[in-house]
C-alpha cells in the first residue's frame, strides 16, 4: 500500500488536488453531455481537473474496468501533469480499484467515491451527517481489503499466542459497530419526522415536494415561493439538506412546501439507502413539483432518471405536475399552463430566478390542493348570528330562506372537513332531506 498524498498540489498551492477525468463509454454513441456532468462533479468537490482521458469499450475490462492500454494512457497522463488524483465515471469494483491504485501509484476514486464526498462536504444539518456517514462507511466496508493486504495475522509468542485477530478484521468489526450506531440514531431521526408528518395530516396540511436533477432550480423557486434565504448556486448538489416551509396560497388554503435534495445519473445505492429519512419525505408527499431545466437539452434523459430514483424509493405512484423552468434562458417562451385531456394541470412554464410564471404556479397548487367540496343544506337557530357568519366566511352559500319559525335554512358549497368541524363546534345539522325552499 503506498502513501497517499495529502490534499493540495504538489507545488503546496491552495488549488484543488490536480485530477486526471476518466470518461468511457460502454455503448456505441458518445455521451458528450456526461462527460460535462463528470466535469462539473469533479469541480464541485474540489478538484482541479488537468486531463481527460476518454474512449469507448463495449464491455468493462474485469481487472482494470478502463483496459490495460487505457490504463497505461492515463499512467502517462499523471506522470506529465503531475497529477495526485484520477476520477472514473463509472462505478468500480474494489478489485479494480485496488488493481489501478497498484498500476498508476496514485488514489483512485470512482463515482460513487466522488458523489459521496460531496455530500460530505455539503451536509451541514445532524442528520445530514448522519446519513452522509453511513453512505460512506458502507462503501468503505467493501474496500478496507486494499488498505491492509501487508499485513498478516499477528504471529503467536509470550503472552500473544492464539488465533488473534487480523487489523483487516478488527477494522470490519468497529465498521460494523458504527453502522448499527448511526442506523440507531436515524431511526430516532425518522421517527421525529414521522410524527411531524403525522401532525401535518392531523391538520390537514398538504405537503408538496420539489423534485428534479440537480441544479435544475428547485432551491431557487423555492426561495421565490417562500422568500426563504436557502443557499442555491449554479453548481451540482448545492442543496442537500431539506428545508421545509409553511405556503399561503393565493384562496388562504395553506401547504408546507419541501426543498429536497437533486437526483442524478447512477446515483450511488447506498446513498439513497442512507438518505431514506430525508428521501421520506418525498414518497409522504401529497403533490410532487418535478423541477425540470427546460433549457437543458438532455431534459428528457433528466426527467428519465429522476423518475427512476422516484420509483426505487416508491414514490412513483405520488402526483406530479412538472415545473418547467429557465424560460428566461429560452427565446420565443411565455410562462403558461399545460392541461391534461380532463383538464387537469400537467405542466407549468415559469422562470423561477425572474419570477415570470410563479403566479401560475401558486394557481395550480391551489387548484390541485384544494379540498373536495360538498353542497348540503343547514339549519341555522333564530339569533345563532356567529354560525350565519362562519358559513359565509368559510364557504358560497348558494340558497337562503327563512321558515315560520324563524330558522334560516342555506344551502352551503364549502371544504367537508369544514362542514365536519362546525357540526361538532356549532351543532350544524345536515344533511337535511327534502327541503324545498325558494332561491
Known sequence: MFERPPSGNKDGSDGGERAILVHLDFSSQTDSEALDEFRELAVSAGAEPVAVVSGSRRTPDPKYL??????????????????????????????????????????????????????????????????????????????????????????????????????LETDRRLLGLRIKQLNKRLEKVQNQRSQSRRARRKAEVPTVSLVGYTNAGKSTLFNRVTKSGVYTADQLFATLDPTLRRVELPDQQRIILADTVGFIRQLPHDLVAAFRSTLEETRQADLLLHIVDAHNENYAEQMAEVNAVLKEIGAEDVPQIEVFNKLD??????????????????????????????????????????????????RVPVGNGRLRARLFSLGRVLQECVEEDGDSLLQVEMARKDLDGLKKTEGVQFPLLGVNCCS
Open 66 to 167: 478502463i483496459g490495460t492500454g487505457k490504463a497505461e494512457e492515463v499512467k502517462v497522463c499523471i506522470e506529465q501533469h503531475k497529477a495526485t488524483l484520477v476520477l472514473v465515471d463509472y462505478p468500480l469494483a474494489p478489485s479494480q480499484e485496488r488493481n489501478l491504485e497498484r498500476l498508476l501509484q496514485c488514489r483512485v476514486l470512482d463515482r460513487t467515491g466522488l458523489i459521496l464526498d460531496i455530500f460530505a462536504q455539503r451536509a451541514s444539518s445532524h442528520e445530514g451527517r448522519l446519513q452522509v456517514e453511513l453512505a460512506q462507511l458502507k462503501h468503505i466496508s467493501t474496500r478496507l481489503v486494499r488498505g491492509w493486504t501487508h499485513l498478516e495475522r499477528q504471529k503467536g509468542g509470550i503472552g500473544l499466542r492464539g488465533p488473534g485477530e487480523t487489523q
Open 329 to 378: 434562458l429560452m427565446e420565443h417562451n411565455k410562462p403558461r399552463v399545460d392541461r391534461d385531456e380532463n383538464g387537469a394541470v400537467r405542466r407549468v412554464w415559469l422562470s423561477a430566478a425572474g419570477g415570470e410564471g410563479v403566479g401560475l404556479l401558486m394557481s395550480a397548487l391551489a387548484e390541485h390542493c384544494r379540498p373536495a367540496q360538498v353542497r348540503e343544506w343547514v
